[in-house]
């Protein structure tokens, strides 16, 4: 079966700092990796999407940035953080059948983030 | 006009009745629908998918799509106090699969 995994689970990291989350997936070959961001009260924002190696499609500009440097490893970096990335990050996978209707996404355990 | 729109909540009903949850969506090609659960501090999980008109059950849920109407909505039969969660509809296009969300509505069984 497939599973999905991210860390840290929780960070609390000053403003200015870097950031670094990373995310796994076992079980499959070459699947879609998404990183969403959640703030308090509010939706999932899809932040960069990739469907293989090296390929990252960025959704919303902002200081963040993603990368891909294995099939299965999706990694959320920053150079400096600001309060506003503050947040609930998901990484989540679905397989890569292309266009077929019910490409199901499934979410990681998520990570917390508090810039301070 | 938000991409895809539910009623934030939250909506309360007594434990046993029937929760009905909506969701309409603006991209008229939008072809897959899905229903997260998702409890407090912790990651969605997908409850249901429904890709065609109609009904779609699975236990004590239903999904109901109506693309014309650009609607769809879930139904919880028989709700217990461990369906308190937030409820999350997800809509993507024909192609690709990028999902996007809507803010989610809260729900809270009372027993």
């Known amino acids: 079966s497939q599973t999905i995994h991210q860390w840290p689970a929780t960070l609390v990291q000053p403003v200015g700092s870097p950031l670094s989350l990373e995310c796994t997936v076992e079980?499959?070959?070459?699947?879609?990796l998404y990183w969403y961001r959640q703030a308090a009260g509010r939706g999932l924002q899809l932040l960069f999407y990739s469907v293989g190696i090296g390929q990252i499609s960025s959704e919303v500009p902002q200081n963040l940035s993603a990368s891909r440097p294995q099939d299965r490893q999706f990694i959320l970096s920053s150079k400096k953080l600001l309060l506003s990335d503050s947040g609930f990050y998901l990484c989540?996978?679905?397989?890569?059948?292309?266009?077929?209707?019910?490409?199901?996404?499934?979410f990681g355990e998520g990570s917390w983030l508090t810039v301070v | 006009q938000k991409e895809v729109e539910q009623n934030s909540g939250p909506l309360s009903v007594p434990e046993g009745a029937i929760a009905s949850l909506n969701c309409t969506y603006s991209?008229?090609?939008?072809?897959?629908f899905f229903w997260y659960r998702q409890y407090s501090g912790k990651s969605p999980e997908l409850i249901m998918s429904?890709?065609?008109?109609g009904d779609k059950e699975d236990g004590r849920f239903t999904a109901q799509l109506n693309k014309a109407s650009q609607y769809v909505s879930l139904l919880i039969r028989d709700s217990q106090p461990s369906d308190s969660a937030t409820y999350l509809c997800?809509?993507?296009?024909?192609?690709?699969?990028?999902?996007?969300f809507g803010a989610g509505t809260i729900l809270r069984v009372k027993s």
């Open positions: 991209d008229r090609v939008s072809q897959s």
């Open positions: 429904i890709y065609s008109n």
């Open positions: 079980g499959t070959s070459n699947p879609n």
């Open positions: 997800a809509v993507s296009r024909e192609y690709g699969n990028k999902l996007v």
């Open positions: 989540a996978w679905s397989r890569s059948l292309g266009f077929i209707s019910g490409n199901t996404i499934y």
